[in-house]
């Protein structure tokens, strides 16, 4: 089992910047990869940005070169995170962590409760 506790969403202005974090702890120990995803009121669910556990890291079209996604192994707790920048209205949605580990030879998803990300003036 892997727990996931986002933080750090808020209001913004356009053109302004956040800093989503996911702390992941319990079972961490074979994570394949981490990734945000986001799902707006009526919208289905999409990717924004994922990195493998070599560091690998890809984006969704519209998020490349304002968003930056990054990790942090600590003892227990592995943190990843998402730096907004540049936003625009269009980025409001709620903001999900989903982890994916190995598990008895199983890929396994976990995913966070979602933090709320509004973009506004």
């Known amino acids: 089992q892997v727990q996931l506790v986002e933080s750090g969403g808020g209001l913004v202005q356009p053109g302004g910047s956040l800093r989503l974090s996911c702390a992941a702890s319990g079972s961490i120990f074979n994570i394949y990869n981490m990734a945000w995803y986001r799902q707006a009121p009526g919208k289905q669910r999409e990717l924004v940005a994922i990195?493998?556990?070599?560091?690998?890291?890809?984006?969704g079209d519209s998020m490349e070169g304002r968003f930056t996604i990054s990790r942090d192994n600590a003892k227990t707790t592995v943190y990843l995170y998402l730096q907004m920048n540049s936003l625009k209205p269009e980025d409001t949605a709620v903001y999900l962590c989903k982890v994916k580990v190995v598990e008895t030879s199983t890929l396994v998803d976990y995913w966070g409760q979602g933090t709320q990300v509004t973009v506004s003036s």
């Open positions: 990195i493998t556990s070599d560091g690998t890291s890809n984006y």
